[in-house]
């Protein structure tokens, strides 16, 4: 499966620390290589999310006839709220024109 990402997930991964980057990109190549997602979450309306212990959060969706998951945002447990609603308008935004 392709892993492609929003710029708004590239522009808080980079805010990440290295070892928090490390744990992400493992995650997202076993999503890439193996189909495998581990502990995740289907949010309705065809948002998902990858889910850590530390409540690190990151939101995707998954566009099965181009076996793509498209990463859209990251964020922590706290701000799930505020995070969820971004994340559904980045979809949104990414839906248009697109058959997500």
Known sequence: MRVESTPEFLE??????????AQIDARLKNV?????????????EKLLELRWKNGRRVYYTLILKEALTLVLLGGQKNAQKKDIKKARKILERE???KKI
């Open 12 to 21: 808080w991964f980079q805010l990440e620390t290295e070892k928090s980057k």
């Open 32 to 44: 890439e290589l193996h189909d495998y997602f581990g502990d995740h979450k289907a949010l309705g």
């Open 95 to 97: 839906s248009n024109g």
